[in-house]
């Protein structure tokens, strides 16, 4: 049995503040980000970009991943530049 039975994409993981963070590409929202203390029950699924810029492309984000830089989570990830007509990292 999985972990968590969702759809849950491209997925990415980090350890912070004693909690595991795992990122996914989301589907029919932008990204989804869940955590965990054990591994085994996830909770909180959420959409970290839940209001794109102007210029995305809604659906057509995708790969994320999270980094700890200093004490900030920075989250990178693909998304679909609506009006220049290209993906951008």
């Not at 912070?16 to 203390?37: I, R």
């Not at 984000?61 to 679909?80: I, K, N």
Request: charged share 10%; proline share 10%; aromatic share 10%.
């Amino acid at each position: 049995m999985p972990a968590y039975p969702g759809d849950f994409p491209d997925p990415a993981m980090i350890v912070a503040d004693g909690q595991y963070l795992a990122c996914a590409t989301g589907n029919p929202v932008s990204l989804q980000v869940m955590t965990s203390a054990d591994l085994k029950s996830w909770t909180g699924l959420t959409d970290p970009l839940a209001n794109l810029p102007t210029w995305a492309s809604f659906g057509q984000t995708w790969a994320p991943d999270v980094m700890q830089v200093s004490q900030e989570l920075v989250m990178y990830y693909t998304v679909h530049d609506t009006a220049l007509n290209e993906t951008r990292p």
